[in-house]
């Protein structure tokens, strides 16, 4: 009994920011409060070294300026499980829901190795839920809090992704426990795990490579030899009439501007996931970090920092092999996708029971940052009621049938945007290919389910017994009169 008192639960809807804690939890939040207050912004929180007096500290580094690589890490990595992954985060609900999900999907498939969490911006309450929250997550899983880097003092403005090269940077740079792992893959927060991600790069046909001669490289990621997953960014960045002015800082024969738009197509147009050696890392981080506002600057949106990744790159000659099969995003996209390696799967995309997570058989990650509509039901991440979901009384999402999209189809029916509706037009349904249908039924069945188990194993790890409850509820943006009309069924 004093056990199970101990495993109390964290307030219900914790992630979503509140601030009433239970009586019972009070002197152990006091004393990790005056403890973390006391310890320097930036710490790598690990749950070992609460726990089990956590591992060895870091000795004899190689240099100053990246005390959290470790020295002596082997150029080549020592076997499938040697990589470690990072995902960087501001400390806001929305992103808190992502970071269950990301944690437990990896805890799912079983992917290799340690996962930390680069938290940006943290107030002082946020930080210590955030770590009280880690407490009963495994020991592999940690959180790095850093600075807000959002701010840019140049515009006055904020963009939210200078978090990732300066959190990654700032990492890197003062990991309470250093890296030692030979990979470092970096992923976003939006992203769950399908099957294992490895440094492995060895086959091919699950690689699905951008550049054909990319397959004649070693067989793992390694030291001058990084992986990245293709986004089409193209080679615009090569015809930009600012190219100097941005690479201004980087000497007058900055061998960024003298990629040509073929080879910047080829070799740069990678994002997450990167996957790189830690001492490329530490190459490249210092020169994303300082070309990410000047892209921005000139060429504002969300793929900026992503150009700033290409630019810096290209600097120093780290021509990445672009490859296809990684993720899956955009069921739409015609071919730069690991969708061919989830095709195969056929009109059984809902059925837990024909996706293996384990025998890596389907791309690593699905990159949920799109729409997903399927008949009556869908997925989007922005929506409002993520931001509570973790609780010890929330009701979970309601999943297609195993067998929603068997059968032979020539096309999918899928429901219209609300928004349609909302401007008077008539919102029938819409027919979209066979093969995007299947791909938006992947996506959209492989979310849903994953923040079904994320809940579940929320409920065991934070609540206590007999405080559980909940029902199932459908996630649509669709009428209760249009759910029941025969034509959206």
Sequence with gaps: MMRQRRRSKLEEGHLAGASVWPVR?????????????????????????????????????????????????????????????????????????????????????????????????????????????????????????????????????????????????????????????????????????????????????????????????????????????????????????????????????????????????SGYPVGPPYMMHPRDWARVLDLWVALSPKVHKGHPGILAEMYGFCIAAAHIGLRHRVAYGLMVSDAGMPGKEGWPLVDQMGTSVCDPESVDHRRGSLPPIVHYCQMYRVGTFMWGKRHRTHQTFFGCHSDSLELPPPDYLAGPMAEVRVHPRRGRAQLGEQAEPERVPAVTGMRQGYAMCAVLRAMNEALVKYKYRYCERGDVSGGVRRFTDLSREQLDADEYS
Excluded at 65 to 80: E, N, Q, Y
């Design 25 to 265: 939890r009070y002197v152990l939040l006091t004393a990790v409060a005056v403890i973390s207050l006391a310890l320097p912004a930036a710490l790598t929180f690990r749950p070992s070294a609460t726990r089990r007096g956590g591992g060895k500290r870091r000795a004899n580094v190689d240099h100053d300026a990246w005390l959290g690589i470790a020295p002596g890490i082997a150029a080549k990595p020592a076997s499938a499980d040697d990589i470690h992954v990072v995902f960087s985060t501001d400390c806001s609900p929305y992103q808190n829901y992502q970071a269950t999900m990301l944690f437990h999907s990896a805890e799912m498939v079983g992917q290799k190795g340690r996962v930390t969490r680069v938290a940006s911006g943290c107030t002082r309450d946020e930080r210590l839920e955030l770590e009280v929250f880690m407490m009963r997550q495994p020991e592999r899983f940690h959180v790095h809090f850093t600075p807000d880097y959002s701010f840019d003092p140049e515009t006055g403005e904020r963009f939210m992704f200078y978090n990732k090269p300066n959190g990654m940077a700032h990492y890197l740079k003062s990991a309470d426990y250093p890296v030692h792992e030979a990979v470092v893959a970096l992923v976003d927060p939006d992203m769950i795990f399908m099957s294992p991600l490895t440094p492995f790069v060895g086959d091919a046909d699950k690689m699905l490579w951008h550049d054909g001669d990319a397959g004649e490289g070693p067989d793992w990621v390694e030291e001058g030899s990084p992986v990245g997953q293709y986004y089409g960014l193209g080679g615009v960045w090569t015809t930009w009439d600012d190219l100097r002015e941005i690479t201004e800082n980087l000497g007058e024969d900055s061998p960024a501007r003298a990629v040509s738009t073929e080879e910047a197509i």
